[in-house]
């Protein structure tokens, strides 16, 4: 099976711009996560979906959106970039809600 | 809030020497716990999970955890180590309501000196 993929994997956008990311899920894998990880705050949740709904959010800012496709992918999307944007994004699927997460290789993003 | 807090932030030991990672969550009700590492340029992985049942859980590579209800802890062990363990290991939970989110711990990067 392949994995969790996730477009582009670099990405550098200056203040002010947008940016969407995209994340595919593992085959059959219903539920999608996204996660920021940044070297001073580590690994903070951003959202969960599934089955298209928006089931939780993390504490962000309403810059961070996202959402989900009925082929399960989903993007987010972080409009007017700040450079603590900056950070490596990364997309977890699991096959159902309370199951075990697996994780892509992330979107690395460098906001200037 | 969920929080969960991993002792060592850096550790360096030699090959053959055993590993013990600490880690210890707040949450009183039914959680399940995760260890997930990242080796050097590689995605996060998962190590072991603990969802139910026998609190000593086998994971890959030859880690293993132990889950102390009562201790809120969740450790990390490896009985020998090898330099191709050098990596971030990062501790999980999930709980409070229906949800998957996961809180991490803050990392604990492992040096191994061959």
């Known amino acids: 099976k392949a994995g969790v993929t996730q477009t582009p994997r670099y990405l550098i956008k200056t203040r002010g711009q947008q940016v969407t990311l995209s994340c595919s899920p593992i085959s059959g894998h219903r539920s999608v996560s996204w996660y920021q990880q940044t070297p001073g705050q580590g690994l903070q949740f951003l959202f969960e979906y599934f089955s298209e709904t928006q089931r939780n959010k993390g504490n962000f800012p309403g810059r961070f959106s996202g959402r989900q496709f009925s082929n399960s992918r989903s993007e987010m999307n972080v409009s007017t970039l700040e450079l603590g944007d900056s950070a490596l994004y990364l997309c977890?699927?699991?096959?159902?809600?309370?199951?075990?997460?697996?994780f892509g290789p992330g979107t690395r993003l460098t906001v200037l | 809030a969920q929080s969960v807090s991993q002792h060592n932030h850096h550790v360096i030991l030699s090959e053959a020497a055993s590993l013990e990672l600490g880690c210890n969550y707040s949450?009183?009700?039914?959680?399940?716990l995760f260890w997930y590492v990242q080796y050097p340029g590689q995605h996060l992985q998962l190590l072991l999970k603990?969802?139910?049942?026998?609190?000593l859980v086998k994971g890959i590579k030859g880690f293993e955890a132990e889950f102390i209800k009562s201790k809120f802890s969740f450790n990390l062990r490896k009985p020998s180590v090898q330099w191709s363990d050098t990596a971030e290991y990062f501790c999980?939970?999930?709980?409070?309501?229906?949800?998957?989110?996961?809180?991490f711990g803050q990392g604990t990067t492992l040096q191994v000196k061959p």
């Open positions: 949450y009183g009700g039914t959680v399940n």
């Open positions: 999980a939970v999930t709980g409070s309501g229906n949800t998957g989110k996961l809180i």
């Open positions: 977890a699927s699991s096959v159902t809600v309370l199951s075990e997460q697996f």
């Open positions: 603990y969802f139910s049942g026998d609190p």
